[in-house]
């Protein structure tokens, strides 16, 4: 890996601090037991260097806005599998630093950031990387910026969603996608009528709750699908679908393959859609 040019002199980062300061406080790492439906990847460790597939997965899972980026990002970085790029190891760890905040941006934008917000922040962390003195302070640096494009992304999402009702219902669903999930276990969660959530919620997000809970549950899948080595039969459990036959059946319909398909394209080569 080699490092990448540093962001443009002229760029300002000033008019992005007082967001980035607000978002950057938050780098507590979720750990929460329920998101165990995307454990669905251990690393081989013992390669000289990390393969094209296992580094760009904590970039994808980033431009999801899917919390699971922060402790890949962890755990690819404190592996000591990046690479040497320098004998220094203070400005190894920063040649490696603007390389990952680089596809960061870079996916990030292609997520829906705005780009001004993207480089913006980007500078802004190249400068608090550039003050750095130890490797600790690059790696934490390194996670903390994770950790505020991780949540951008996941507040994406949410942008045009004004309800609370709504918000909640949308973070149920994504910690619950290991579990059945119907209208009538929302509404109770959120404490109101069944109809009346299925309204909001369609008006809001612009898809009816079944639909929504069936795309992000298909996007689980295809990342299990590239990622991992479950069986076809094993991610049709972890998902809650009631047989294999049905998960697959579903599978087909949002992507036009069957999971076995989608498997041998794409997780063999490391190339997957976008």
Known sequence: MSPSPD???????????????????????????????????????????????????????MKAGDPEA????????????????????????KYLFVTSITLVTRFAIEGGMDEEDAYNASDLYIQDMDRCTS????????????????WAMAD????????????????YIHYHLHEKITVAMLAEHVQLNPTYLSELFSREVGTPISQYVTDRRMEAARNMLIYSRYSIAEIAQILAYRSQSHFTKVFHAATGMTP????DRYARSGIWPE
């Open 7 to 61: 962001p443009a002199p002229g760029r300002s980062a000033a008019s992005s601090a007082g967001t980035g300061t607000g978002r950057v406080s938050r780098h507590s790492v979720v750990d929460d037991p329920t998101l165990r439906y995307l454990e669905f990847i251990q690393r081989e460790d013992r390669v000289r260097h990390h393969t094209y597939v296992q580094e760009m997965r904590q970039y994808d899972l």
């Open 70 to 93: 922060i402790r890949e990002s962890v755990r690819m970085w404190e592996s000591g599998l990046y690479g040497h790029v320098s004998d220094d190891p203070v400005r190894n760890a």
């Open 135 to 150: 490797v600790a302070e690059v790696r934490r640096l390194h996670t903390d910026m994770m950790t505020f494009f991780t």
């Open 156 to 171: 994406l999402v949410k942008q045009g969603v004004q309800s609370r009702p709504i918000v909640e219902c949308l973070d």
């Open 260 to 263: 076995k398909t989608y498997r």
